[in-house]
């Protein structure tokens, strides 16, 4: 009666949800907002594993992906100091 | 009607149609995140271009599991997560030592 409700499985929307990730992660152009869309790809990648009933690599997985996204988040902040140190000691006219 | 067609194949289109599913998302990921990691906007900077290495991994792992590569993917996943580790460290060392990246 209603063909297209047959699509709205769960990995039909995982699927949608890594896609809009990707093109988030594309077209955003500031680490920070690229950091926030991968982890909606993460989320949709998570739901296709369970889509496939292996449970316990979604496990393995809903572990390691956070640790990625904290050591980007770490790196970023990190990376932001020193360019801004740098701007700073250059306008100050110190050589960094 | 209705119950006969159930019986002959429960599940047979909607399983066929996940795994189809996954497989050509996780082409796409491929292709387009390894496009945009090569020519991507705001690419000059290391940090944009390792994020955007993200992408291709997820795909890759969505190819492992259409073929029921579960092992594989549990290295992959992990592989990648200490990749990311170790290139980020780099990336701010070398940012940290004033080299040209």
């Given at each position: 009666m209603y063909p297209f409700l047959d699509l709205v499985n769960l990995t039909t929307v995982s699927a949608?949800?890594?896609?809009?990730?990707?093109?988030?992660?594309?077209?955003l152009p500031k680490p920070i907002d690229k950091v926030i869309m991968l982890g909606i790809l993460e989320a949709g990648f998570i739901?296709?594993?369970?889509?496939?009933?292996?449970l316990d690599v979604a496990m393995a997985g809903a572990?390691?992906?956070p640790i990625s996204t904290i050591i980007m988040?770490?790196?970023?902040?990190?990376?932001?100091?020193?360019?801004?140190?740098?701007?700073?000691?250059?306008?100050?006219?110190?050589?960094? | 009607?209705?119950?006969?067609?159930?019986?002959?194949?429960?599940r047979r289109k909607d399983s066929l149609l996940d795994v189809y599913v996954w497989f050509y998302?996780?082409?796409i990921l491929v292709i387009v995140g390894s496009i945009?990691?090569?020519?991507?906007?705001?690419?000059?900077?290391?940090?944009?271009?390792?994020?955007?290495?993200?992408?291709?991994?997820v795909g890759i792992s969505m190819i492992f599991l259409t073929y029921n590569h579960t092992i594989a993917l549990v290295t992959f996943i992990a592989a990648t997560a200490i990749?990311?580790?170790?290139?980020?460290?780099?990336?701010?060392r070398l940012e940290e030592m004033g080299a040209e990246l």
């Amino acid at each position: 009666m209603y063909p297209f409700l047959d699509l709205v499985n769960l990995t039909t929307v995982s699927a949608g949800i890594a896609l809009i990730g990707t093109a988030g992660i594309i077209m955003l152009p500031k680490p920070i907002d690229k950091v926030i869309m991968l982890g909606i790809l993460e989320a949709g990648f998570i739901g296709m594993i369970v889509a496939a009933k292996y449970l316990d690599v979604a496990m393995a997985g809903a572990i390691f992906d956070p640790i990625s996204t904290i050591i980007m988040l770490i790196a970023i902040t990190k990376i932001n100091e020193i360019r801004e140190k740098k701007i700073k000691s250059q306008e100050e006219g110190f050589f960094a | 009607m209705k119950y006969v067609r159930k019986k002959s194949n429960p599940r047979r289109k909607d399983s066929l149609l996940d795994v189809y599913v996954w497989f050509y998302t996780g082409c796409i990921l491929v292709i387009v995140g390894s496009i945009a990691t090569v020519i991507g906007p705001g690419v000059k900077d290391p940090v944009i271009r390792t994020i955007n290495t993200e992408i291709p991994a997820v795909g890759i792992s969505m190819i492992f599991l259409t073929y029921n590569h579960t092992i594989a993917l549990v290295t992959f996943i992990a592989a990648t997560a200490i990749i990311t580790l170790i290139l980020l460290r780099a990336i701010v060392r070398l940012e940290e030592m004033g080299a040209e990246l």
